[in-house]
């Protein structure tokens, strides 16, 4: 599995012969202090490498097919120290396919008030030279980010590290195996889609392996893995239950599902409580730990929420929040205090935990096996966002919602599994509204860890529809917006 520290980003500045070697040089050494100095601030969360300069049309697109064939490579950030003529651009872009930053910025923060000569102009126009870089871009319709700023302000920066984030998710997408253990819950709608349209859309490979298949490897975990595995548990976990054999058997779907997940390289999974064939508890605790480590899940064989899940927790890697898997369950109504529960069967991943989680075994109402090992826990305050990616036939439409996570108001001490509350954005029942408008899914991922504008660009980049629902949306707007978006997406 590869990590932030493993992507680097292509720093390629435009320019041409018109200035003289002099002002070639100059660029090119300012350019390599510029990303020098921007992996020096600890704000980029991968490295940025000064490439070239691009003067020639030929070295546009050699840059570009580089760019394209390097494995490391996770996007590349262009900027026009000087003017660059985009004609000599053209090409090259029209064969761009990685992420793609036009940052705007310029070598100096402020106008040398005596300094200021045509020479000084000639080196530094980046005003003028990113406008006629930024046009062809635009005049392509190429999905690409734009930041403006100084690249010393550290907002600006962190910017760009945000949007670095971005592009490793698409490559990740671009990457992503997801393993069914059995298929979809029977009958439910929201969970299905076109599997064949998500691999060609978002590279996505889902599919299947049978449960017997994962009983094999369950049957075949040592006591000494599920002994090693327990003092984990005892170190990270308090146990609130006498029912150890419970417990153990999770360790050992959790060894066995990563087995399997590693040796097929899959990111992601998904079971359902309808195809246990021969496993004695449904995953609760064992598919709560592998999303702690990294892994997408999603229940009731729902594979997008998985998927998006992996996406979501790679784009967020050593940030502290959480990302989760998620459920809308049940609504707090009472006027002043209108809040969505989120919880799931089992399977809410700890990393969302305000304190230490409870290893505790109950009963589970359906699935007819045996109780269940999972981790109980309130999630912790803060704003998140939750995330659906919904099949709306022929296309893929992401779903986003502001929302702000509190405190669960009420202990709930029968509620036997991880809870969270929020308010939706930009208020319960308005929120809702929107929401089912949308077509929004029950399962959702939540994260603090990634935000909205960054899921925008990600849906950009991987050319699906995004409708974000903020404390400015209103059921009027949204309806419009649907509307006019059915439209393009069918010119599309
Ligand atoms: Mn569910």
């Given at each position: ?62 840059t570009v097919k580089a760019a394209n064939f390097d ?24 064969l761009l396919q990685k992420p793609y930053l036009h ?364 409708v974000h629902i903020t404390k400015d949306t209103t ?18």
């Amino acid at each position: 599995m590869k990590t932030l520290k493993d992507y680097e980003f292509w720093f390629v500045v435009g320019s041409q012969f018109l200035y003289g070697p002099e002002v070639l040089d100059t660029v090119a050494k300012r350019a390599q202090e510029m990303a020098d100095k921007m992996n020096a601030t600890g704000l980029l969360p991968c490295k940025i490498v000064y490439k070239t300069t691009v003067k020639t049309p030929e070295e546009a697109t050699d840059t570009v097919k580089a760019a394209n064939f390097d494995g490391r490579c996770a996007g590349v950030i262009t900027w026009c120290h000087t003017f660059s003529p985009s004609k000599m651009w053209l090409n090259g872009l029209k064969l761009l396919q990685k992420p793609y930053l036009h940052f705007a910025t310029q070598y100096n923060e402020s106008i040398p008030d005596k300094g200021i000569d045509m020479d000084f102009m000639n080196l530094n126009q980046a005003a003028h030279g990113d406008r006629e870089h930024g046009f062809i871009a635009a005049r392509l319709r190429m999905p690409r980010k734009i930041i403006a700023g100084y690249w010393k302000d550290k907002t600006v920066v962190g910017r760009i590290g945000d949007w670095m984030r971005v592009a490793v998710g698409v490559d990740v997408s671009r990457n992503l195996k997801v393993m069914r253990f059995g298929d979809n819950m029977r009958n439910v709608a929201v969970t299905e889609g076109d599997k064949v349209g998500v691999q060609e859309k978002l590279c996505w490979q889902v599919n299947t392996w049978p449960v017997g298949k994962l009983v094999e490897y369950i049957d075949a975990v040592t006591d000494a893995e599920v002994d090693a595995l327990m003092k984990e548990y005892k170190k990270l976990y308090t146990f609130n239950t006498k029912n150890i054999d419970s417990v153990r058997y999770q360790a050992k779907e959790e060894i066995a599902m990563k087995k399997m997940l590693d040796a097929e390289g899959c990111m992601a999974f998904t079971n359902t409580f309808e195809d246990l064939y021969g496993m004695e508890q449904l995953p609760g605790l064992a598919s709560q730990r592998l999303m702690a480590q990294g892994y997408g899940y999603g229940g009731e064989g729902d594979w997008k929420v998985s998927a998006m899940t992996a996406v979501v927790k790679a784009m967020g890697e050593g940030k502290k929040g959480g990302t989760a898997f998620m459920e809308d369950y049940t609504y707090e109504l009472a006027k002043g205090k209108e809040y969505s529960l989120g919880a799931h069967m089992l399977e809410v991943c700890p990393s969302l935990a305000a304190a230490k989680p409870k290893i505790e075994v109950h009963p589970l109402g359906i699935g007819g096996k045996a109780d269940p090992a999972r981790l109980v826990f309130e999630g912790h305050p803060g704003d998140a966002i939750v995330l659906s990616l919904v099949d709306m036939g022929g296309r893929y439409r992401l779903v986003c919602q502001d929302i702000k996570v509190v405190k669960p108001i009420y202990k709930m001490p029968n509620l036997p599994v991880a809870r969270v509350m929020w308010q939706a954005m930009p208020n319960l029942t308005t929120g809702v509204e929107c929401w089912i408008q949308a077509g929004g899914a029950h399962h959702t991922v939540l994260t603090f860890d990634v935000s909205a504008e960054q899921m925008a660009d990600w849906a950009r980049i991987m050319g699906i529809e995004f409708v974000h629902i903020t404390k400015d949306t209103t059921p009027e707007s949204l309806e419009k917006e649907l509307f006019l978006a059915d439209l393009a997406w069918k010119l599309r």
